[in-house]
């Protein structure tokens, strides 16, 4: 079985030094960059990781050391987690308190040098290796200097990976995708394909099947197609051996021998193009992988795809292999949207503001009823994405309780019943009847852009900047915006006469 690369979480705010920073150390490791110390308390909820790198100063101001207060509370909260600081200011002070916070060691940006950084990384993960097993309390980061209802959250490393990875909701549909999920997970052989709109939870399935089956204690990796080039993609998921093309400087592991042993959740399998589309087909049918100008060979991998598109639409097209096609549909899972489970809003939300030493007193009957009548376009990502934003609201407020005037502007008209869902749109004037048509005949992968759409439309009216839009929305990169952009006005281009201001920035003129 092939060792799978180590986990590591890179947080820092310095996009340029980033992208200089990720290509070396994802030769070698699995990377996984975040720009905020709020991304980053989620991420350690949702994933486990083998080292931490955490940058000291957050901002352009040196004296202000945010990165100390999160390596403090990491240490707190997961004591067996080795951490090393990285930072722009060498100050001796910044350095020692770093040292005395919790971090194995320091690593200076200015003239950072690879090699040095790998020993640094491998070391102390060598070091971690080498500390014998113990039950330890593994508490939910939340906000600092909290963590009680986190350690009741979790009792010990030996707690259920299932409390780790929820899949919430008592609606019924829900309770049988949860069944249906625990059969496949003792079903190693099954592709389980997970279809539903962008945001309804569809990596949460697929990381709560892996967590419920004998693969458990195996690797847990995904792939987000739309995040890569097709030209990296096939890199990315198979690997290369050094050499093999212009820029294949040394070997690759890719995603499916990292996975060996484990699942596989590939998001968004409507995008890949031809190639790929062929060495997956062949990995289902013979489980063969062939790196990029390597050799075949075997890996064990249960694959959990997903997508927010009509594949069968697009077989019919010729976009997609009607064979790749049937291989996925071993047992395809269709996840409803929030708006068809308004039961659940509230499970859902209270576990989200649990997980931040909150509860549901922190809004008053206001607010949960517009939580309540809101349509959730963007599903449940929507609205754990916007108690985020409200928490954070409320602390700099310094708010006991927070009401209406906190919500969105698409939120805070008074719910009635002859609302229509064409009032939360705060987009420039739609036409009514193309809308209607949107919302109660088009296809789903048509409502889905629509209501994507309508998220990007208002940010970028709000936040002017793409690379802002990007961090709001939670795209990895501008790449990936502009990808999700261009691509919808590629299959829908009838929409964007509802989006002039997405239209605009990206150039998209008819042939008019």
């Known amino acids: 079985m092939t060792r799978p690369q180590a986990n590591i979480l890179v947080v820092d705010d310095d996009l340029e030094f980033l992208q200089e920073?990720?290509?070396?150390?994802?030769?070698?490791?699995?990377?996984?960059?975040?720009?905020?110390?709020?991304?980053?308390?989620?991420?350690?909820?949702?994933?486990?990781?083998d080292l931490l790198l955490i940058d000291l100063v957050f901002g352009f101001d040196a004296t202000v050391t945010a990165g100390i207060d999160f390596i403090i509370e990491v240490k707190q909260q997961f004591s067996r987690l080795p951490m090393i600081a990285i930072t722009q200011y060498g100050r001796p002070d910044n350095l020692i308190n770093a040292m005395k916070a919790g971090a194995q060691t320091v690593l200076l940006k200015d003239g950072w040098n690879g090699l040095r950084w790998k020993e640094a990384?491998?070391?102390?993960?060598?070091?971690?290796?080498?500390?014998?097993?113990?039950?330890?309390?593994?508490?939910?980061?939340?906000?600092?200097?909290?963590?009680?209802?986190?350690?009741?959250?979790k009792l010990s490393k030996q707690a259920s990976d299932q409390e780790t990875h929820p899949f919430l909701g008592d609606d019924p549909a829900v309770e049988k995708i949860r069944h249906e999920l625990q059969e496949l997970s003792?079903?190693?052989?099954?592709?389980?394909?997970?279809?539903?709109?962008?945001?309804?939870?569809?990596?949460?399935?697929?990381?709560?099947?892996?967590?419920?089956?004998?693969?458990?204690?195996?690797?847990?990796?995904?792939?987000?197609?739309?995040?890569?080039?097709?030209?990296v993609l096939e890199s990315e998921l198979f690997g290369h051996k050094k050499g093999s093309f212009t820029g294949a400087t040394a070997d690759r592991v890719g995603k499916f021998a990292e996975a060996d042993g484990g699942v596989l959740f590939l998001d968004e399998i409507g995008e890949i193009n031809t190639l790929v589309q062929q060495k997956l087909l062949r990995f289902l049918e013979e489980k063969?992988?062939?790196?990029?100008?390597?050799?075949?060979?075997?890996?064990?991998?249960?694959?959990?795809?997903?997508?927010?598109?009509d594949l069968k639409a697009e077989v019919q097209a010729g976009r997609f292999r009607?064979?790749?096609?049937?291989?996925?549909?071993?047992?395809?899972?269709?996840?409803?949207?929030?708006?068809?489970?308004?039961?659940?809003?509230?499970?859902?939300?209270?576990?989200?503001?649990?997980?931040?030493?909150?509860?549901?007193?922190?809004?008053?009957?206001?607010?949960?009823?517009?939580?309540?009548?809101?349509?959730?376009?963007?599903?449940?990502?929507?609205?754990?994405?916007?108690?985020k934003r409200?928490?954070?609201?409320?602390?700099?407020?310094?708010?006991?309780v927070l009401d209406i005037s906190y919500l969105p502007q698409e939120m805070r008209q008074p719910y009635t019943e002859n609302s229509t869902k064409t009032e939360h749109f705060q987009t420039p004037p739609l036409e009514h009847n193309l809308l209607s048509h949107y919302l109660k005949e088009g296809t789903l992968e048509e409502q889905t852009a629509f209501n994507e759409l309508s998220e990007i439309e208002k940010a970028l009216n709000t936040l002017k900047r793409k690379g802002l839009?990007?961090?709001?929305?939670?795209?990895?990169?501008?790449?990936?915006?502009?990808?999700?952009?261009?691509k919808y006005y590629g299959d829908y281009p009838h929409l964007f006469s509802n989006f002039p201001t997405t239209k605009e920035k990206y150039k998209l003129y008819p042939n008019e």
């Open 288 to 309: 063969v992988i062939t790196p990029i100008g390597g050799k075949e060979h075997t890996v064990d991998v249960q694959i959990v795809a997903a997508t927010n598109r």
């Open 21 to 49: 920073l990720i290509p070396v150390l994802n030769k070698v490791y699995n990377v996984n960059p975040c720009t905020s110390i709020e991304k980053a308390r989620t991420y350690l909820t949702e994933r486990s990781f």
């Open 469 to 486: 839009v990007v961090k709001e929305l939670g795209f990895k990169n501008l790449d990936q915006l502009r990808y999700r952009v261009e």
């Open 390 to 400: 409200l928490l954070v609201k409320k602390k700099v407020a310094k708010a006991e």
């Open 121 to 153: 990384i491998d070391e102390e993960l060598k070091k971690a290796a080498a500390l014998p097993a113990q039950n330890q309390v593994e508490n939910i980061i939340s906000t600092p200097g909290t963590g009680q209802l986190a350690a009741k959250a």
């Open 186 to 231: 003792g079903e190693p052989d099954i592709t389980v394909l997970l279809l539903g709109e962008t945001g309804v939870g569809k990596e949460v399935a697929a990381r709560y099947l892996h967590s419920h089956g004998f693969r458990s204690k195996q690797p847990f990796r995904a792939v987000h197609m739309v995040a890569h080039t097709q030209e």
């Open 322 to 387: 009607e064979d790749l096609y049937f291989r996925l549909h071993d047992f395809p899972i269709r996840i409803p949207p929030l708006r068809n489970r308004k039961g659940d809003i509230d499970i859902i939300a209270n576990h989200y503001l649990r997980s931040r030493e909150a509860d549901r007193t922190v809004f008053n009957d206001e607010v949960w009823e517009r939580f309540y009548n809101y349509h959730w376009p963007g599903n449940v990502r929507e609205m754990v994405n916007l108690i």
